[in-house]
């Protein structure tokens, strides 16, 4: 049974650009969560998607915008990249209400923006 | 809003004896309670979790954690700890009305031989 998968697992960006990260969810899950973790710090919610709409949103611009697929799978994208948006961006999955909050994490995808 | 505070950025501890990782939450609502581990260049991995039920939670590779609420702590434990226990440890909490999950800032775990 594969895990929650992510892509790339490294990118590097320049300001002003713009970034697409994937992530596949466990097999049986449907929500997906992003995460963005700081050199140093824990992660912190961007937003969830759940039937490919954004569910809830954390404390992050407009900048950063998702989308969901049929198949669960998601993106995240962010626009005008700024050298603080270099992270560990971790995606998690789980089932909606299902075992009861349990969030399975990515290797995550590091962005270096230069 | 729920917050959580870890209060040791780092710990070093000997190999093969005990520690305890603190974390203490505040939230206005009843919550969940999670402890999350990360090896080095890796995603996190659930240790533990607390949903309901005993304050005694165990978990994988020899961990465990106890629920206090009147004192909103949830110290993660192990009683001899390994060199490949070295990792970064975070305490999580989540509204049990959503699944947006808040964690701590984490705390480094150093094992010394």
């Known amino acids: 049974d594969a895990g929650v998968t992510q892509s790339p697992t490294h990118l590097i960006k320049t300001r002003g650009q713009q970034v697409t990260l994937r992530c596949s969810p466990k097999?049986?899950?449907?929500?997906v969560s992003w995460y963005q973790q700081a050199l140093g710090q824990g992660p912190q919610f961007i937003f969830q998607y759940y039937e490919e709409e954004e569910r809830q949103r954390g404390n992050f611009p407009d900048r950063f915008s998702g989308h969901q697929f049929p198949n669960y799978s998601s993106e995240l994208n962010v626009n005008a990249l700024l050298l603080g948006d270099s992270a560990l961006y971790l995606c998690?999955?789980?089932?909606?209400?299902?075992?009861?909050?349990?969030?399975?994490f990515g290797p995550g995808t590091r962005l270096t923006v230069l | 809003a729920q917050s959580v505070t870890q209060l040791d950025s780092q710990v070093p501890v000997f190999e093969e004896a005990p520690v305890e990782l603190r974390c203490n939450y505040s939230s206005s609502v009843s919550v969940y309670l999670f402890w999350y581990v990360q090896y080095p260049n890796q995603g996190l991995q659930l240790l533990l979790k607390y949903l309901s039920g005993s304050t005694l939670v165990k978990g994988i590779n020899g961990f465990e954690a106890e629920f206090n609420k009147s004192q909103t702590s949830f110290h993660l434990r192990k009683p001899s700890v390994h060199i490949s226990d070295t990792a970064e440890y975070f305490c999580a909490v989540s509204d049990q009305r959503d699944d947006k999950i808040i964690f701590g800032k984490g705390t480094r775990l150093h094992i010394l031989p």
């Open positions: 998690a999955s789980s089932r909606d209400r299902g075992e009861t909050d349990t969030q399975y």
């Open positions: 097999s049986g899950h449907d929500t």
